[in-house]
């Protein structure tokens, strides 16, 4: 037998291994860089300096977004409030407890909470509020139910694909404006199909899919 194999065949099986393992190493880190970006981002529940809670204020006080977010319908950017919107309240409500020192500190000195980022677009990525909101897209498709949270949690990818699913099919999503705060609403889906359609025709929505629209 080994004049026919030259000896060198001996350790083929090593060689064969070692490279198999190489090549096994190389996909696991591509996949890993290819889907880390959505994977960590989504849960991501950071503590906050002042332990506010969109279950108290929205669910159980009523409170709409736009209270305290105004400017969401209105720009690109949908703004954080100044602690002195919150003392519209703490004035009265609470007004010594410890949970709201650094508000009231912060409404004193005229200094912003520095509450911690949780959604984050990257610089190359254009993104519009108002764009979104005002043409029937609910604050629940990319932010989750934010009305149940006592921390705010990154609930959806907000990666490249999650974006362009929707701009493929945005009949699927789209409601009436004024119930676009309304986070708790459900849709059967057969209204759901016929008042899409009725609302892309209306608006002449064309949400884009070029490159231009997202990357400029
Ligand atoms: C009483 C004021 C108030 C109201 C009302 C309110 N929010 Fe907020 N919201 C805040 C504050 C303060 C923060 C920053 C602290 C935090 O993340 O919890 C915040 C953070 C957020 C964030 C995360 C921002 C980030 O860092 O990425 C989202 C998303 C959000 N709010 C959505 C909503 C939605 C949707 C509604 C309505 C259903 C709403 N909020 C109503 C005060 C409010
Ligand atoms: C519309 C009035 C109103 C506004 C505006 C408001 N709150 Fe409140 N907040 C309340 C009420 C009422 C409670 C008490 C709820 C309860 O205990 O059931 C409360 C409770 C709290 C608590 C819990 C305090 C404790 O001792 O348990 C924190 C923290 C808090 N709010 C932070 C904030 C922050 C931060 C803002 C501004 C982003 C804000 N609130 C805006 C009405 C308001
Ligand atoms: C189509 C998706 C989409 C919808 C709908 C949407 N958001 Fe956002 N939101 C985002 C993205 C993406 C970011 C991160 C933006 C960035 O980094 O520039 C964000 C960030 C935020 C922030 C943080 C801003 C900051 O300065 O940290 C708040 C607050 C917020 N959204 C509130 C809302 C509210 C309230 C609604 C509904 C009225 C809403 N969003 C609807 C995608 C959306
Ligand atoms: C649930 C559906 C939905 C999701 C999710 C969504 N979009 Fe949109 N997008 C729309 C609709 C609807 C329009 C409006 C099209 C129109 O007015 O014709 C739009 C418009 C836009 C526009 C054009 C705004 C302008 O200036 O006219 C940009 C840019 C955009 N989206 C970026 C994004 C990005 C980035 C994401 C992901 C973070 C995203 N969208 C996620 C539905 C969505
Ligand atoms: C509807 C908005 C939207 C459109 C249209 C869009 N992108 Fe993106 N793109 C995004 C978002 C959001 C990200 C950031 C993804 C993340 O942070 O995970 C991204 C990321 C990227 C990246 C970085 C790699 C990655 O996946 O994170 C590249 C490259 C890219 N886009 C190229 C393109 C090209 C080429 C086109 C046109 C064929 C395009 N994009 C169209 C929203 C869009």
Not at 70 to 79: G, K, M, R, Y
Request: aromatic share 8%; glycine share 4%; charged share 20%.
């Amino acid at each position: 037998m080994s004049d026919i194999f030259p000896k060198w065949t001996n350790r083929l099986p090593v060689k064969i291994l070692i490279g198999a393992l190489l090549l096994l190493g190389l996909v696991i880190v591509g996949l890993w860089y290819y889907f880390t970006p959505s994977y960590t981002r989504v849960g991501y529940t950071p503590t906050q300096p002042v332990a506010y809670s969109h279950k108290i204020h929205v669910d159980q006080l009523g409170l709409d977004c736009r209270y305290c977010h105004d400017d969401v319908d209105e720009s690109a950017h949908a703004n954080i409030p100044a602690a002195s919107t919150c003392m519209n309240c703490h004035e009265q409500v609470l007004p010594n407890s410890p949970k709201l020192e650094k508000v009231r500190a912060s409404a004193q000195k005229g200094e912003p909470i520095p509450w911690v980022k949780v959604h984050k677009m990257p610089e190359f990525v254009f993104f519009n509020h108002a764009a979104h909101v005002n043409r029937g897209v609910s604050c629940v498709e990319c932010h989750g139910q934010v009305n149940k949270m006592e921390k705010v949690r990154h609930a959806k990818p907000l990666n490249m694909s999650f974006c362009l699913d929707c701009h493929r099919h945005p009949e699927t999503r789209l409601r009436r404006p004024d119930q676009v705060y309304n986070l708790d609403l459900q849709i059967p889906q057969d209204k759901q199909k016929k008042q899409g359609k009725q609302f892309v025709k209306k608006w002449n929505i064309d949400a884009s899919q070029n490159c231009s629209a997202c990357h400029r």
